[in-house]
């Protein structure tokens, strides 16, 4: 029997749990210490990259650990008792991954890219789908497992240590705990099998004080930049200077 995992807490030991045991997240009702489980604004993505698009392919020779790695997909079941697969995107996801973009509000599309993008092209979902340049996770109801509702990206830089994070959920499906749920697992996976990242950066804007808690419940450093923006740097290793 798959053990049920509950909560937002003790991140790293659960993703592996997870990853031997096909075990299963659950949000909780109530705020995990550490992690606000409210953090997703029900009119804006939870996080996403800033000015350093996952869409450009960055100049790296080494592949990393993630690359080779079969990764079991991991049960979630929301706050209100929605149940959701998460596993590594492939290229067939192509058109249900363009057909969730086209159900996001243009906030949430705006919030994630920076600008009003209705779709991927096939050439960056290629590029998003290459494991040797980071990992893509698609996250699909599980009585619906053709359309998707999330895509979560942890994409190499052109900085050795550094990967960048990225969320975009669905409108009808934020404001459940998916979106920290996400991040949370995501940040789990780059510290037990992601070796040589150290840290990760995300954005999110300045004003978005919910998705800045929850970087903050995962020891991100925040700083403003110019504009409307915040950059979070969440360390997951052997610390660098920055």
């Known amino acids: 029997m798959a053990r049920r995992i509950t909560g937002l807490v003790s991140v790293g030991a659960a993703v592996l749990v997870a990853l031997e045991r096909g075990g299963e997240w659950m949000m909780a009702s109530r705020t995990s210490p550490g992690v606000s489980c409210r953090g997703a604004s029900r009119r804006s993505a939870d996080v996403k990259v800033a000015r350093r698009s996952p869409l450009a392919r960055p100049q790296q020779a080494a592949i990393p650990a993630l690359a080779t790695l079969d990764l079991p997909s991991v049960r979630m079941v929301t706050r209100t008792d929605r149940i959701t697969l998460t596993r590594t995107a492939v290229a067939d996801d192509y058109e249900a991954v363009n057909e969730m973009h086209a159900k996001c509000s243009l906030e949430s599309r705006?919030?994630?890219?920076?600008?009003?993008?209705?779709?991927?092209?096939?050439?960056?979902?290629?590029?998003?789908?290459?494991?040797?340049?980071?990992?893509?996770?698609?996250?699909?109801?599980?009585?619906?497992?053709?359309?998707?509702?999330?895509?979560?990206?942890?994409?190499?830089?052109?900085?050795?240590?550094?990967?960048?994070?990225?969320?975009?959920?669905?409108?009808?499906?934020?404001?459940?705990?998916?979106?920290?749920?996400?991040?949370?697992y995501v940040v789990g996976l780059a510290r037990t099998v992601a070796p040589g990242c150290r840290v990760i950066s995300a954005s999110t804007g300045r004003s978005n004080a919910r998705m800045l808690s929850i970087l903050r419940g995962l020891d991100a450093a925040v700083k403003y930049t110019a504009g409307a923006s915040a950059e979070a740097l969440i360390r997951v290793g052997d610390g660098i200077r920055r």
Do not use: F, I, K
């Open 110 to 184: 705006y919030a994630r890219y920076g600008a009003a993008r209705r779709s991927l092209s096939h050439r960056e979902w290629a590029t998003l789908c290459d494991r040797a340049l980071g990992l893509t996770l698609v996250t699909v109801p599980a009585d619906n497992p053709s359309r998707v509702v999330a895509l979560t990206h942890l994409m190499r830089t052109s900085e050795p240590h550094v990967r960048e994070l990225a969320v975009l959920v669905e409108d009808s499906w934020q404001g459940e705990g998916l979106g920290p749920a996400l991040v949370s």
